[in-house]
């Protein structure tokens, strides 16, 4: 078995938490763990509060240049309708 992100296979993770047994002994290993999910869980949360604002701001940018290029698309429709009404007056 391999987690992907780090690259280590069960032997190194077996590894790890024997030397966390023995550097933090068994009563600290519970806490320790509820800390570091607390801890990652708060890196997902940002990361996807990130995301967000960010397609928030794309979408804004996005309808912004769809209102100006209908703006523009009615303003020259009307150019011509202004043109005739103006001759006609005259």
């Given at each position: ?7 280590f296979g ?53 309808r912004e ?26």
């Open positions: 078995m391999y987690i992907l992100f780090f690259d069960s032997g190194e993770i077996l590894l790890i938490v024997l030397a966390a047994f023995l550097i933090f002994g068994p009563s600290k290993i519970p806490e320790i763990a509820r800390g570091l999910g607390k801890f990652i869980n708060d890196i997902k949360r940002a990361s996807e509060d990130i995301k967000t604002e960010i397609n928030r701001e794309a979408d804004r940018q996005e240049k769809r209102l100006a290029e209908y703006k523009a698309k009615v303003e020259q429709d009307l150019k011509p309708e202004e043109k005739e009404a103006g001759t006609e007056t005259q």
